[in-house]
């Protein structure tokens, strides 16, 4: 399994961001997908969720109405599109796939960090 996430960068309060996360080794259309993300001394936190039809979304209260995962079944990939970016969004994201009985698979991390 292969997670490889990219996007990720410095925004200014109010911003918007796109991340991607490209897949591969496993089958991409039967798995949900999730993006965490985690900032030093914070637990890792679940931001968002979508099922393997893509017809399914769930998000955490703190990015409800702001950000958008999405999945495209051609290429393999899901993306997390973030609008309204605050300070608090600050994190290293992560993509991930849960595979029985093996667990979370994560990718790298991209930095995502919004400043003025």
């Known amino acids: 399994v292969q997670l490889v996430e990219s996007g990720g960068g410095l925004v200014q309060p109010g911003g918007s961001l796109t991340l991607s996360c490209s897949t591969s080794?496993?089958?991409?259309?039967?798995?949900?997908m999730r993006w965490f993300r985690q900032s030093p001394g914070k637990e890792r936190e679940l931001v968002a969720f979508?099922?393997?039809?893509?017809?399914?979304?769930v998000y955490s209260d703190s990015v409800k109405g702001r950000f958008t995962i999405s999945r495209d079944a051609t290429t393999k990939s899901t993306s997390l599109n973030m609008k309204d970016l605050k300070p608090e969004d600050t994190a290293v994201y992560f993509c991930?796939?849960?595979?029985?009985?093996?667990?979370?698979?994560y990718g790298q991390g991209t930095q995502v960090t919004v400043s003025s």
């Open positions: 979508i099922n393997d039809e893509g017809d399914n979304t």
């Open positions: 991930s796939v849960y595979i029985a009985p093996w667990g979370h698979h």
């Open positions: 080794g496993f089958a991409f259309d039967d798995y949900g």
